[in-house]
């Protein structure tokens, strides 16, 4: 069964740093293209980053870049999401997603396997 | 604001069918492909069409999409209780390099 499994979230001050951790089991992360998504409170989905297939390419959104950086361990089958220089606004809980880019072209994209997800609340 | 647009709320009855729309521009969805998930909170999203028109398996065939332009559709037949969630679209933006999602629609089943 393909699953992933989302941690490292919880209650962060304004300003501190957090890694998430994103457990796949069922397939391997390296052979796949990764995003991460979060969802404010009260707010729809939101992509915030994404690593290519190969893990050379990173993306992100303007309001995380040179703040939040993605990367994988492919040992332990894992991605992470580094968050810095955390601000009340990045608050929302943040899920792990599995995306496939067909013949590696990303007008393809698309997300096909999710985890449920994990809380991050930055606040003093 | 979000990149794609998409009505706030939209209800039916059940067993009625119920359409969504998202509407893009020309560095996303015209040329890309838009897929939709459904989205209960406290669960994981659900990928329900991609490709525009593709259903992964298990989605049941009550669930369709279509593409035409700058805006893509997703139809929901039979509509049961279950049904109610968020539902958003995607696409790839080509201008800003990353994913966008549509605000997210509600469904309510009356």
């Known amino acids: 069964e393909v699953v992933l499994v989302e941690s490292g979230g919880g209650l962060v001050q304004p300003g501190g740093s957090l890694r998430l951790s994103c457990a796949a089991s069922?397939?391997?992360?390296?052979?796949?293209?990764m995003a991460w998504v979060r969802q404010a409170p009260g707010k729809g989905l939101e992509w915030i980053s994404g690593m290519s297939e190969s893990g050379y390419n990173t993306y992100y959104i303007e309001s995380v870049k040179g703040r939040f950086t993605i990367s994988r361990d492919s040992s332990r089958n894992t991605l992470f999401l580094r968050l810095s220089s955390l601000r009340s606004d990045d608050t929302a809980v943040y899920f792990c997603?599995?995306?496939?880019?067909?013949?590696?072209?990303?007008?393809?994209?698309?997300?096909?396997?999710w985890g449920k997800g994990t809380t991050l609340i930055v606040s003093s | 604001q979000s990149v794609l647009t998409q009505p706030p709320s939209v209800s039916a009855a059940p067993g009625q069918r119920v359409t969504i729309s998202c509407s893009g521009g020309r560095s996303n969805i015209a040329e890309s492909y838009v897929s939709w998930y459904q989205y209960l909170p406290g669960a994981a999203p659900k990928l329900l069409i991609y490709d525009n028109n593709r259903r992964p398996s298990g989605i049941p065939d009550r669930f369709s999409g279509s593409k035409s332009g700058t805006s893509a559709t997703l139809g929901i037949t039979g509509l049961q209780t279950g049904d109610e969630a968020d539902y958003y679209c995607g696409t790839w933006d080509s201008s800003l390099t990353a994913w966008v999602f549509g605000g997210g629609t509600k469904l309510t089943v009356l």
């Open positions: 997603a599995r995306a496939t880019i067909p013949f590696g072209d990303y007008s393809y994209y698309y997300m096909d396997v």
């Open positions: 069922g397939f391997a992360l390296s052979r796949y293209a």
